[in-house]
T-cell receptor, first 114, second 111 residues
Framework: DTGVSQDPRHKITKRGQNVTFRCDPI?????LYWYRQTLGQGPEFLTY????????KSRLLSDRFSAERPKGSFSTLEIQRTEQGDSAMYLC????????????FGPGTRLTVT | GQQLNQSPQSMFIQEGEDVSMNCTSS?????WLWYKQDPGEGPVLLIA?????ELTSNGRLTAQFGITRKDSFLNISASIPSDVGIYFC???????????FGGGTRLMVKP
């Protein structure tokens, strides 16, 4: 069983540009989560989906951020008009079934805004 | 909002020594999870705890769910160089919902 995958692993962009990240969860996992992690800190929750429905959004998810999971499989996270403060590691996790408590993370996408 | 305080922030130990770290919360959690993160990678799940007072082992790792449901402990026995990394605790209120993470404990092991 393959793990959670994320693409790209690294992204460098100029301030003001839009970026989009992709996450592919573990197959048959119906819950998908996005977190953001800045240097020296633990991950912070952004949003999560159950199948295609977005069930919860953090206050960290400003209007410039949008996440989708159109077919209940992979998910995308878009950041519009990036700012230097958006520089962080964006982590995706998934969970499913009887062990639904357990979230398994992907390798992350490192975003650098110059 | 909820906050998890993890201590110590960092540890530098000799290979073969045992390690203890803990996590405390201002609020109750129903589930505690412990993760290890290597530089540039995502967190890897080590142990999950579901009941207050529960003690669970995974190889050389042992974790406990505090009886008050506001704390958890992780012990690593006979440390080895590959134990190097950052260890995070995470609490969860309800099944399937968001995780709240601590600030991490950076472990360094001297061969």
């Amino acid at each position: 069983d393959t793990g959670v995958s994320q693409d790209p692993r690294h992204k460098i962009t100029k301030r003001g540009q839009n970026v989009t990240f992709r996450c592919d969860p573990i197959s048959e996992h119906n819950r998908l989560y996005w977190y953001r992690q800045t240097l020296g800190q633990g991950p912070e929750f952004l949003t999560y989906f159950q199948n295609e429905a977005q069930l919860e959004k953090s206050r960290l998810l400003s209007d410039r951020f949008s996440a989708e999971r159109p077919k209940g499989s992979f998910s995308t996270l878009e950041i519009q008009r990036t700012e230097q403060g958006d520089s962080a590691m964006y982590l995706c996790a998934s969970s499913q079934g009887g062990q639904i408590y357990e979230q398994y993370f992907g390798p992350g996408t490192r975003l650098t805004v110059t | 909002g909820q906050q998890l305080n993890q201590s110590p922030q960092s540890m530098f130990i000799q290979e073969g020594e045992d390690v203890s770290m803990n996590c405390t919360s201002s609020s109750i959690f129903n589930t505690w999870l412990w993760y290890k993160q290597d530089p540039g990678e995502g967190p890897v799940l080590l142990i999950a705890l579901y009941k207050a007072g529960e003690l669970t082992s995974n190889g050389r790792l042992t974790a406990q769910f505090g009886i008050t449901r506001k704390d958890s402990f992780l012990n690593i026995s006979a440390s080895i160089p590959s134990d190097v990394g950052i260890y995070f605790c995470a609490g969860q209120n309800n099944a399937g919902n968001m995780l709240t993470f601590g600030g991490g404990t950076r472990l360094m092991v001297k061969p």
